[in-house]
């Protein structure tokens, strides 16, 4: 069982690569756009009594739901889930980590694992700070989006990094699921809601929210308990699934 565990070197390699200065320039632009809108959000809604009255504590919400979890989550798991294993694969040096003796499916879970936490760094933290700001406390509109983040993120980016082990245009393909399937059809498309990860995760929002989340405008297409099984399977079955491929990686095959 313990060559499952993460490996240190393995982290530290990745992390290196994650966060380099480009990357890095990346990954910081979502989040500030995000604290930039709630900021300018809050500072018009207190200038204008009226406004601030007809929101009725919809702001936070809204702002949080249609781009932190929406567009934010997906997107930065994008990055750090791609970015996390596949410049190996496109440039080949994933043969000299294959070529020790290090279980694949640990380096997997260790490159996952780095993954979340420039998620959580980059997102979560991010989405837990906006909600602070939008509602002036760490109440349970902050903590019911930050957790919808996190699980969010989890679950994205366990897909984004199987999907850079199965097919050298994961960005590409990343991007029209995030932006098209995520952001549009499995926001709006009520037979699609079921299988989208931004549902599950508001699915958590809702179950925190309490009895607030219909006042707020929050629902979700999904139950708490569905929501979380969806959220848990697809991340261990795909975190499992580039395990197994990984193992029979061909550098080769253009799949």
């Known amino acids: 069982m ?6 240190r070197t393995v982290a530290a390699l990745t992390r290196r690569s994650l966060l380099g200065r480009k990357r890095t320039l990346v990954l910081l632009l ?42 934010l989550m997906p997107l930065l798991s994008l990055v750090a889930g791609t970015g996390s ?20 499916y640990s380096i997997v879970l260790t490159k996952l694992l780095v993954a979340t936490g420039v998620v959580v ?8 700070v906006a909600g602070v700001v939008l509602t002036g406390e760490v109440g349970s509109v902050t903590v019911a ?13 366990a897909l984004f ?5 199965v097919s050298r245009n994961a960005v590409v393909i990343g991007l029209i699921y995030a932006l098209i399937w995520e952001s549009l059809v499995g926001g709006l498309v009520p037979g699609a809601q079921a299988l989208s990860v931004q549902q599950w995760s508001l699915a958590v929002v809702e179950a925190v929210l309490g009895d607030a989340a219909g006042g707020l405008g929050v629902g979700a ?3 708490l308990g569905t929501g979380l099984t969806l959220l848990v399977l697809v991340t261990v079955a795909a ?17």
């Open 30 to 71: 979502l989040p500030l756009a995000l604290l930039a809108l709630c900021a300018l959000a809050r500072v018009l809604a207190g200038m204008d009594a009226e406004l601030d009255r007809a929101l009725d504590g919809s702001l936070p919400p809204n702002l949080l739901t249609a781009f932190g979890i929406a567009i």
């Open 121 to 128: 760094v980059f997102g979560v933290l991010p989405v837990a």
């Open 239 to 255: 975190t499992a699934y580039a395990g197994r491929r990984l193992e029979t990686l061909r550098l080769h095959d253009e799949s």
């Open 221 to 223: 297409a999904v139950s």
């Open 145 to 157: 989006f930050t957790l919808g983040a996190l699980a969010a993120g989890v679950a994205y980016a």
């Open 85 to 104: 294993i596949g410049p190996e694969i496109d440039e080949g040096s994933i043969v000299y980590l294959l070529a020790k003796p290090l279980n694949r």
């Open 2 to 7: 313990t060559d499952l565990l993460p490996n």
């Open 161 to 165: 990094l199987v999907l850079a082990v």
